[in-house]
């Protein structure tokens, strides 16, 4: 087996700047936009009267006030660290200057090679002030220039040298900006009405403020100056027309809309983003599923809840569509990537298109020649590249670190897939089209906030909350449980009812709660009489169901879904979560210590 060592790819945030407004103050906004990718630092330096002026400091992008004393300047380069190598410190975060302060550096990434990059440049006489790798590209640069007076040549010749996966930008003391991908993301956004450019890690970042965007591929080079922006192959240096695509108004909306919490919001949405499937056109679904059914076997991989999507994708498929379908978390795949054939098909949802270990699984399918299909939210993706099918969820931005939505969207696209391999995709629609509409009533009746803010009063107050269920609703309660701990920070226990007497019986007496999600369907009875030996245990149930069913000490009505019914129950119990963790006053739309992008392996 091949072992791929440079497929890791490391989160933080690059946002560059030129126009006419104050650079320092649309970095700050760029930066916050930038933060669910992880920060443990950050650091801006803007160039004004031929000088750069950088400020930098550990903890998140809250301290406007310190980027605000910055001089006032048309050109700035922002950075937010996510430490990899050298410790959180207002030193080791980026930019980084050059000797001479002639520019200052932000990197993206590892430079695998530093130690001996940096060995080297010791020989030669240069010395080092913080402990990161990103410095060794500094010294590099400098390097390089003693052997030409072109800084875009310098930055050449260092960049081939680096092994790994980095993207770098930099800024000179002239407001030129210099960035060069060959790993993460690098996106280029421009408005044309005003001139404005903008060098970032996502296009979200920038979307309200642009007209056009340019997305950077790996080994090309951008150049930006206040008059022009160019791109270039850095092998070869030859130049590169920059197409520019439409940026889309969903990625524009980035605000709350009158939410307290994107959270609330974000699910507030989940009956739009079922509607954003329905107008997809069906050809490109009828040409995955005909590569499904030639598929030997069919492997959904995700990670976190997009590990429970991928089963609850597999699900669909062997049930809807009788495909031999597998669900696989992304770190733990490895075992599979000798099993995997050109016959086979990877199926991988994720929000961001960047997941590291999801990466990891593709590129080693890819070496198999298995065929490879994504559905993925952010526009650009590395995923989306590497795929053979590429779908987009048009869910709009998800700024919650907590996924509800695309949860959502992920599922209802994999019910629609299912059914489209099995020749009923008009009947999906229909079935569809209800979900979508029911589930917005549900949302927006005030009996629904009511009872379930009730509810939640209630499981804040235990140490441990357990969830159960069975076949279509399994992976709904694991998911369930996922957004327990998340907004909680308890410890939640999703069950799946056939076990139960295998173990968690051991668990069940008076003061357990045990949430349910239950559909009338042929497991419907094993649900039923689950309930009711936890109940004899002396537990008491919330049911999550359209009817009240016997056995059920407090019922939350949802409307009645007939092969759907699944995708239903997910909301009731996003908003449970999102109800405890506002009783409990945690951070709900950034829990501690997770990522939304978890690009690290
Ligand atoms: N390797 C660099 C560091 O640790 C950059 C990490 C990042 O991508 O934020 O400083």
């Known amino acids: ?17 030129i126009g006419d407004s104050n650079a320092s103050e649309m970095i700050v906004r760029g930066l916050k936009r930038l933060e669910y990718r992880g920060y443990d630092s950050w650091g801006i330096a803007v160039a004004a009267k031929h000088t750069l002026t950088v400020v930098k400091q550990v903890g998140p992008i809250g301290d406007v006030e310190k980027a605000l004393t910055l001089p006032s300047s048309h050109a700035g380069l922002g950075h937010t660290r ?20 002639s520019f200052a550096l932000a990197q993206n990434g590892i430079v695998e090679n530093y ?26 640069i400098e390097y390089e220039q003693t052997k030409t007076t072109s800084l875009l040549d310098a930055v050449k010749q260092a960049f081939k040298q680096l092994s790994g996966r980095n993207t770098i930008a930099l800024i000179t003391t002239e407001g030129e900006i210099i960035a060069a991908r060959n790993g993460s993301p690098l996106v280029v956004g421009r408005n044309t009405k005003n001139g404005t450019l903008y060098i970032s890690s996502d296009t ?30 850095i092998q070869t240096g030859k130049s590169i027309s920059m197409h520019y695509e ?56 995700g990670s976190g809840t997009a590990g429970i999507a ?69 526009p650009g993706s590395m995923m989306s590249r590497l795929s053979d099918f590429a779908f987009m969820a048009q869910a709009g931005p998800e700024i919650c670190v907590m996924s509800t939505k695309i949860f959502v969207s992920q599922i209802a696209w994999g019910y629609l897939l299912a059914k489209t391999v099995a020749n009923k995709r008009t009947d999906a629609l229909k079935q569809l089209e209800k979900l979508s509409h029911d589930m917005g009533d549900y949302l ?30 399994l992976q709904i309660v694991r998911e369930g449980m996922v957004k327990f701990i998340e907004g909680t920070y308890k410890h939640a226990h999703a069950i799946a009812a056939g076990d139960l007497k295998h173990y968690a019986i051991t668990l069940m007496e008076k003061g357990v709660i045990v949430v349910t999600a239950l559909s009338r369907d042929s497991v419907y009875s094993d649900m ?19 009817d009240k069913e016997e056995g059920m000490d407090i019922h939350i009505p949802v409307p009645k879904e007939a092969e759907t019914s699944a995708i239903m129950h997910v909301v009731p119990l996003q908003l449970l979560a999102y109800y405890m963790a506002k009783k409990l006053g945690n951070n709900i739309d950034r829990p501690r210590n997770i990522a939304k992008s978890v690009t690290v392996k």
């Not at 039923?528 to 359209?546: D, F, L, Q, Y």
Request: glycine share 4%; with cysteine.
């Open 444 to 473: 927006q009746k005030p009996e629904t906030h009511k009872q379930l803010k009730e509810v939640a009063r209630i499981l804040v107050k235990k140490h441990d909350i357990f969830l159960m269920g069975k076949y279509q609703n």
């Open 204 to 233: 979200l970042s920038f979307a309200p403020y642009v007209d056009g965007m340019y997305m950077v591929d790996n080994g090309q080079l951008i150049r930006a100056t206040k008059s022009e922006v160019s791109c270039q192959d």
């Open 528 to 546: 039923m009489n689950a309930m009711h030996e936890v109940k004899a245990r002396g537990a008491t149930v919330i049911g999550i169901s359209a």
């Open 115 to 140: 130690k001996e990059l940096q060995k080297q440049l010791f020989q030669l006489g240069y010395t080092f002030h913080t402990e990161t790798d990103t410095e060794v590209i500094v010294r590099l």
């Open 1 to 17: 087996m091949r072992t791929i060592t440079n497929l890791k790819i490391y989160m933080c945030g690059i946002f560059g700047y």
């Open 82 to 101: 996510w430490a990899t190598h050298g410790r959180v410190t207002q030193r080791n975060a980026h930019p980084h200057f050059s000797t001479d302060k």
């Open 310 to 378: 991928a089963a609850q994708i597999a699900f669909y498929l062997r049930e809807y569509a009788h495909i031999d379908a597998v669900g696989l978390v992304g770190a733990d795949a490895k075992e599979y990537y000798d099993y995997f054939t050109p016959d086979d098909l990877i199926i991988a949802p994720s929000q961001s298109g960047e997941t590291a270990d999801v990466l990891e699984v593709i590129e080693h399918a890819r070496i198999k020649k298995a065929v490879i299909a994504s559905f993925v939210n952010m």
């Open 246 to 301: 439409h940026v889309s108004t969903r990625h524009s909306e980035v605000d709350k809309a009158g939410y307290e919490h994107y959270m609330l919001k974000e699910i507030h949405e989940n009956p739009q983003v079922i509607a954003a499937l329905l107008k997809q056109p069906a050809k490109e679904y009828e040409r995955l599923a005909q590569a499904i059914k030639r598929a030997r076997r069919v492997y959904a991989v």
